[in-house]
C-alpha cells in the first residue's frame, strides 16, 4: 500500500537560517508527490509538486524540494527560513494504483523564532 | 480566477441531525475531492467526483454522501450525525480526474463542523 511518512511532528528553526521538513514515501509506481502548507484555520496551499524530471523541485514562496529515489524521499527545503513560514506542512502522494486517491502525511508543524 | 469556494465556513450540530455542506471549485475544474481532517486522524480522503460521477470513495461509512451537478458544484451530506464527525471538511479541484494522477488540487478553506 501506498503511505507517506512525516517523521518529525514539529521543527524549530531560526529566522534567516535553512530549514527542512522531512518525508518519506512508499509507492509501487512512479511517485507523483506532492507538498502543501497550512495556516491557521484556513485551508491547504499547493507549494511545489514532483512528477517527473529534475529532482530538484522549486515552489511557491522560495519553497525547493528534493526527490531522492534510492532514499524514497521528498524533503522541503528552504534556503532562509522567515517567520511566517511558521505553519502545518504536508507531504503527499498521489495514489495511481489502489484507487487514485491523495494520501497525506500527518504534518509537520514548523516554528520559525525571530 | 475565483478560488475553491466552500459554504458554509462554521456549523453547529446536535448528533442524530444530518447536514450539507457545499463546495464550488476553480472555475473550468471538473474534479472536487472531498477530505475529512481531524487531530487524531490527519487528513482522510473521504471521496472524489468528477463530471457528475464518483470516480472514488475512501473508508468511511454510508452516511457520509455526496453529488456532484453539471456546473462542477459538488455537495457532501453526512446524515445521522455523530461525535465523532467533528472535524474541518476540505473540498479541493482540479482540472482533471484523480485518475490522471499528475494534477495539482487546490482546496479551499474549509467547512468547520462541530457536532454536539
Known amino acids: 500500500a501506498q503511505s507517506v511518512a512525516q517523521p518529525e511532528d514539529q521543527v524549530n528553526v531560526a529566522e534567516g537560517n535553512p530549514l527542512t521538513v522531512k518525508c518519506t514515501y512508499s509507492?509501487?509506481?512512479?511517485?507523483?508527490l506532492f507538498w502543501y502548507v497550512q495556516y491557521p484555520n484556513r485551508g491547504l496551499q499547493f507549494l511545489l509538486k514532483?512528477?517527473?524530471?529534475?529532482?530538484l523541485v522549486k515552489g511557491s514562496y522560495g519553497f525547493e524540494a528534493e526527490f531522492n529515489k534510492s532514499q524514497t524521499s521528498f524533503h522541503l527545503k528552504k534556503p532562509s527560513a522567515l517567520v511566517s513560514d511558521s505553519a502545518l506542512y504536508f507531504c503527499?502522494?498521489?495514489?495511481?494504483?489502489?484507487?487514485?486517491?491523495?494520501?497525506f502525511g500527518a504534518g509537520t508543524r514548523l516554528f520559525v523564532k525571530a | 480566477k475565483a478560488g475553491v469556494t466552500q459554504t458554509p465556513r462554521y456549523l453547529i450540530k446536535t448528533r442524530g441531525q444530518q447536514v450539507t455542506l457545499s463546495c464550488s471549485p476553480i472555475?473550468?475544474?471538473?474534479?472536487v475531492s472531498w477530505y475529512q481532517q481531524t487531530p487524531g486522524q490527519g487528513l482522510q480522503f473521504l471521496f472524489e467526483?468528477?463530471?457528475?460521477?464518483?470516480?472514488n470513495k475512501g473508508n468511511f461509512p454510508g452516511r457520509f454522501s455526496g453529488r456532484q451537478f453539471s456546473n462542477s458544484r459538488s455537495e457532501m451530506n453526512v446524515s445521522t450525525l455523530e461525535l465523532g464527525d467533528s472535524a474541518l471538511y476540505l473540498c479541493?479541484?482540479?482540472?482533471?480526474?484523480?485518475?490522471?494522477?499528475?494534477?495539482?488540487?487546490?482546496f479551499g478553506p474549509g467547512t468547520r463542523l462541530t457536532v454536539l
Open positions: 479541493a479541484s482540479s482540472l482533471k480526474s484523480g485518475e490522471v494522477g499528475t494534477d495539482t488540487q487546490y
Open positions: 514532483y512528477i517527473t524530471g529534475d529532482n
Open positions: 467526483y468528477f463530471s457528475e460521477t464518483q470516480r
Open positions: 472555475s473550468g475544474h471538473r474534479s
Open positions: 503527499a502522494v498521489r495514489d495511481i494504483t489502489g484507487g487514485f486517491k491523495t494520501i
Open positions: 509507492v509501487s509506481g512512479n511517485p507523483y
